[in-house]
């Protein structure tokens, strides 16, 4: 049983389109993450949901959508695809929020716009 | 907020030792190590939580200087499944969640 599921694993999509990643955990963590890894192998953390809510939301533009319907859920949602967000997209999870914990990512989604 | 890593690359021989630095502008609370093999995800190392604190897994250990604000990760007599991009992440309170911030990351590549 993979711990941390991403699907799809590659995604080609037009300049315009909206887009949505999907993420399920079953480690039975409460704490979940969505990184973004460019071209040079920069992973920055976009967000983090602790229990279906929303606990950190760093500088990234609002056409990025995170959803939690659960605990064991956290799906990423995209409007209006630019150039520019092309990348890898790892979902993650933790036990909890606090810190120490060690995150358990999923096997990335590859997104690439044309 | 993102640690500096060096170096930026390194090949190695089988057997042959290598040191990864990770240092930040800020005070670490504490810092994390992951390696990604190509195309695949980050995978955890180890946590080091306190200053001075020392670690080990299997042959890779790693020291963590907290008034330096540095840590460092040491991988003896390396073995070729030690190729990937080494991250180091150090960690900030925000809202009490556990906000990582992962380093410019260190691509290592053993050869026969």
């Known amino acids: 049983d993979t711990a941390v599921s991403q699907t799809p694993k590659y995604l080609v999509t037009q300049m315009g389109n909206d887009k949505s990643i999907k993420c399920e955990q079953n480690?039975?963590?409460?704490?979940m993450y969505w990184y973004k890894q460019d071209s040079k192998k920069f992973l920055k953390i976009m967000f983090s949901?602790?229990?279906?809510?929303?606990?950190i939301n760093e500088t990234v533009p609002n056409r990025f959508s995170p959803k939690s319907p659960d605990k064991a859920h956290l799906n990423l949602h995209i409007n209006s695809l630019e150039l520019g967000d092309s990348a890898v997209y790892f979902c993650?999870?933790?036990?909890?929020?606090?810190?120490?914990?060690?995150?358990?990512f999923g096997s990335g989604t590859q997104l690439s716009v044309l | 907020q993102q640690p500096v890593q060096s170096p930026q690359a390194v090949i190695l021989r089988e057997g042959e030792d290598a040191v990864i630095n990770c240092s930040s502008s800020?005070?670490?609370?504490?810092v994390h190590w992951y390696r990604q093999k190509h195309g695949e995800a980050p995978v955890f190392l180890m946590i080091?939580?306190?200053?001075?604190e020392q670690k080990g897994h299997e042959k890779i250990s790693a020291s963590f200087n907290e008034k330096k604000q540095q840590s460092s990760l040491y991988l003896t007599a390396s073995q070729l499944s030690y190729s990937g991009t080494y991250f180091c992440g150090t960690e900030s309170l925000l809202g009490g969640a556990n906000n990582l911030f992962f380093g410019t990351g260190t691509r290592l590549t053993v050869i026969p």
């Open positions: 800020k005070a670490l609370y504490s």
């Open positions: 993650a999870s933790s036990q909890d929020r606090q810190p120490n914990e060690k995150l358990f």
């Open positions: 480690l039975g963590h409460d704490t």
């Open positions: 949901y602790n229990n279906k809510e929303l606990i």
């Open positions: 080091l939580l306190k200053g001075g």
